[in-house]
């Protein structure tokens, strides 16, 4: 047998090869592009996300700020009711 039959044999089997390695990191590329899109999108998110937290935080604080004022208002008004009731004893005693 010649080595020029062998040769010939070889080649098919490392064009297999060679397309093989080529599909795989063909495979790899538009895996890596995927993620890449994929990370963006989540990154993209995750901002939105803390934008929407940090809003909702100065609502909170200002919520929170409306509800002490409340409480204190509501506490005067409850002061005054009782004076108001202890005259309305006092004139019936």
Avoid: F
């Avoid at 080595?3 to 090869?17: F, H, N, S, W, Y």
């Avoid at 993620?35 to 809003?55: I, N, S, W, Y």
């Avoid at 409306?66 to 204190?72: D, G, I, K, N, W």
């Amino acid at each position: 047998m010649s080595t020029l039959a062998l040769q010939d044999a070889e080649v098919p089997v490392v064009a297999d090869d060679l397309i093989a390695l080529e599909q795989r990191v063909l495979r790899t590329v538009e895996l890596l592009r995927n993620e890449r899109t994929a990370r963006a999108k989540a990154e993209e998110e995750m901002a939105a996300m803390r934008q929407l937290m940090d809003e909702q935080s100065v609502q909170l604080t200002e919520v929170q700020t409306q509800l002490r004022t409340l409480e204190s208002e509501r506490e005067g008004v409850r002061q005054r009711v009782e004076r108001l009731l202890q005259q309305l004893d006092e004139i019936n005693a």
